[in-house]
T-cell receptor
Framework: SQQGEEDPQALSIQEGENATMNCSYK?????LQWYRQNSGRGLVHLIL?????REKHSGRLRVTLDTSKKSSSLLITASRAADTASYFC?????????????FGQGTRLTINP | NAGVTQTPKFQVLKTGQSMTLQCAQD?????MYWYRQDPGMGLRLIYY???????DKGEVPNGYNVSRLNKREFSLRLESAAPSQTSVYFC????????????????FGPGTRLTVT
């Protein structure tokens, strides 16, 4: 399986602290995406980083990609209680056509007020 | 725009029963996908449709069939449900990727929670 691995599986921090989640994968990618899932809901796209990019920012989110180590990290700065959710990385290995994503098992993030 | 819609939201089946999960998107996307998510797991791709008129197997297709009815609709059918198919099913859509051009995110529906007893 090409499925990526995420760590930690669960993370609990205080509001205002930074949260870092990591994702590793096995085979070369075209891009890597991070998604968020609130309990009982569908996934929502957060950020996409291409294989030729090393870092990307979006608001309080910072994503890094190290293709030599086949790993990525998602940093959420100044966390809020509303950031409580599961976060998934997804790798895209396809060249053209349907964008088939391979999802990691996710990190369950809890922000304590 | 409603985005991606799925029906039903919940379903309980007995082993051996059949049912069809419906999915529709109003974003004019070419590609559509069906995933399953088991407790504490990421999503696994069941089937996908790169464009209207085409469907292909994903990682876990056994026990399922799909129909791409038109550009908007993509249905998933369980012909003879088994307890192992108890899961949450998500439909998603995206623009189709053309070689060398932009990459796209996927848009997800709210899911169908299926229990097979």
């Amino acid at each position: 399986s090409q499925q990526g691995e995420e760590d930690p599986q669960a993370l609990s921090i205080q509001e205002g602290e930074n949260a870092t989640m990591n994702c590793s994968y096995k085979t070369s990618i075209n891009n890597l995406q991070w998604y968020r899932q609130n309990s009982g809901r569908g996934l929502v796209h957060l950020i996409l980083i291409r294989s030729n990019e090393r870092e990307k920012h979006s608001g309080r989110l910072r994503v890094t990609l190290d293709t030599s180590k086949k790993s990525s990290s998602l940093l959420i700065t100044a966390s809020r209680a509303a950031d409580t959710a599961s976060y998934f990385c997804a790798t895209d290995h396809s060249i053209q056509g349907a964008q088939k994503l391979v999802f990691g098992q996710g990190t369950r993030l809890t922000i304590n007020p | 725009n409603a985005g991606v819609t799925q029906t039903p939201k919940f379903q309980v089946l007995k082993t051996g029963q059949s049912m069809t999960l419906q999915c529709a998107q109003d974003m004019n996307h070419n590609s559509m996908y069906w995933y399953r998510q088991d407790p504490g797991m990421g999503l696994r791709l069941i089937y996908y449709s790169a464009s209207e008129g085409t469907t292909d197997k994903g990682e876990v297709p056994n026990g399922y069939n799909v129909s791409r009815l038109n550009k908007r609709e993509f249905s998933l059918r369980l012909e003879s449900a088994a307890p192992s198919q108890t899961s949450v099913y998500f439909c998603a859509s995206s623009a189709v990727k053309v070689r060398g051009l932009a990459f796209y995110e996927q848009y997800f529906g709210p899911g169908t929670r299926l229990t097979v007893t």
